[in-house]
């Protein structure tokens, strides 16, 4: 069985090197990853909010937030959609 | 083959959470992933900060950092060590 995991970016290149050597390299066998770009999808913000995320790119793992270096803040994201 | 994955921390909270929630979640059949706790290993603080790690926990995958969340700066780490 599979568990849910979501990255949430926004497409900035700090976000796209943490999907390449960090988000791909969740073992497959137990994670399910979503891959969401908050600025192509603004309606997912409140659900990044919601679940902790501060800024971008980060990983939400069975409801853990895990922030991955930093490329923008939330409501830096909030404030361009 | 497996790739070397490095997670370094200092056993504070944050990096017990991200150790349990995300170096354990790496795809065993691609990652082979080493521990290392700072505190206990100080001789392995400069070979971290070689690889671009400023705070932890840290995870270094195939030489790129990736810092998860906030535990510590690596500054700290020394002072105490």
New interface residues.
């Given amino acids: 069985m599979t568990q849910k995991?979501t990255f949430y970016h926004a497409g900035c290149p700090v976000c796209v090197?943490?999907e390449q050597?960090?988000a791909h390299?969740?073992?497959?066998?137990?994670?399910n990853v979503e891959i969401v770009h908050l600025g192509e999808a603004p309606n997912r913000i409140a659900e990044a909010e919601a679940a902790g995320v501060k800024s971008v790119p980060a990983?939400v793992?069975?409801g853990?937030?895990?922030?991955?270096?930093?490329g923008a803040s939330l409501a830096d994201v909030k404030s361009a959609a």
């Fill in positions: 995991a090197s943490a050597g960090l390299a969740l073992n497959p066998a137990a994670y990983l793992i069975e853990q937030p895990y922030h991955i270096n930093f």
